[in-house]
């Protein structure tokens, strides 16, 4: 029977009762191999470890690459209790990165150096449409309610040793009824020392609500159309926003083109033009005629002595329409 070599390391495995002036060089060849396993470089033998449930592998250096490059490196603080859990997962689940230990509410600190950035990258083929990269995600251990959501704090160091949050975005639920939930966005701000308030808010209905001076977060209602044009002569606009122009019926009489429609014909319009001749009472109204979704017809005229309305053209006439 010749000799025999470990499944592993290859160790020689001498032949019983033959080759005994050989044994000790084998043996100490053996024992080098076994050595080298645990080179201080980190450049010995390639091996597999198996730590057993209730065993712990301690780390007091750094784990380097295949170059011999820092790969990662662990320091220990004094008195520790909380540490990091990493569990796997069957297919179609994520792999959980978890913050565990004796403390009940702790977070996962990430420290960028310098000017370096936390950045997270996903690889994809998409090239014409949004790639969603980063979720955050609330679990409740109870029933959920009208109310629950999910945050993110802005924080920064104030002061030496005092971290203020000074701004939130969160979104938050409305109507949780299964199949038909709603979500509000909400942004919180800082001010005076105060704890963060809601400074203004996207609704789940397409609504946009903001603190400006009001009190409170309330619906804002935006201006859907405006212009200013000179109605003298060939009609000219001088500035606009969603009016893609201005058609001239006659003296006095002009329609609003709105380069996109309204919803409906159910806004509100404020007039104002230039008053050439104080002298006179001036009227810019739609004398009858409808409103469209997308389109407004005014006239304006002048009366003498309140009596029949003259039309006439000015320098300046100013629209806006609020729906």
Do not use: H
């Not at 050595?35 to 449930?53: C, E, M, R, W, Y």
């Not at 780390?59 to 990493?86: P, W």
């Not at 001010?191 to 996207?202: D, K, P, S």
């Amino acid at each position: 029977m010749a000799d025999t070599t470990t499944t592993n390391l290859l160790l020689t495995k001498p032949e019983v009762g033959a080759s005994s002036d050989t044994w000790g060089t084998k043996l100490n060849t053996d024992l080098d191999t076994i050595d080298a396993v645990f080179a201080g470089a980190g450049t010995g033998t390639s091996v597999g470890l198996n730590i057993g449930s209730g065993n712990k592998l301690k780390l007091v250096g750094d784990l380097i690459d295949t170059n011999g490059n820092e790969l990662l490196k662990v320091t220990a603080t004094a008195s520790a209790v909380n540490e990091l859990t990493l569990t796997n997962a069957a297919t179609g689940n994520n792999p959980t990165f978890s913050a565990t230990g004796g403390d009940t509410n702790i977070g996962i600190s990430f420290v960028p150096k310098g000017t370096g950035l936390i950045d997270v990258v996903k690889t994809t083929s998409t090239t014409n449409a949004v790639t969603q990269v980063f979720r955050f995600n609330s679990q409740s251990s109870g029933t959920p309610a009208n109310g629950i959501g999910v945050g993110v704090e802005f924080a920064a160091e104030t002061a030496a040793g005092n971290t203020e949050v000074g701004a939130t975005i969160e979104a938050i639920t409305t109507d949780v009824t299964s199949a038909s939930e709603d979500f509000d966005l909400s942004f919180k701000t800082m001010a005076a020392g105060a704890a963060a308030a809601e400074r203004f808010r996207a609704k789940s209905t397409g609504d946009f609500q903001f603190n400006s001076g009001y009190g409170s977060v309330a619906t804002a209602y935006g201006c859907r159309a405006w212009v200013n044009f000179n109605g003298t002569g060939t009609v000219a606009i001088r500035a606009s926003g969603n009016v893609s122009s201005i058609t001239d019926n006659g003296t006095g009489d002009y329609t609003v083109n709105f380069t996109t429609a309204m919803p409906d014909a159910n806004y509100a319009f404020t007039v104002g033009f230039n008053n050439a001749n104080n002298a006179y009472p001036r009227v810019f109204a739609t004398y009858g005629e409808t409103p469209t979704a997308s389109a407004l017809r005014l006239k304006e005229a002048f009366t003498l002595d309140f009596g029949t309305a003259t039309f006439e053209d000015l320098d300046r006439y100013c629209v806006a329409i609020f729906r």
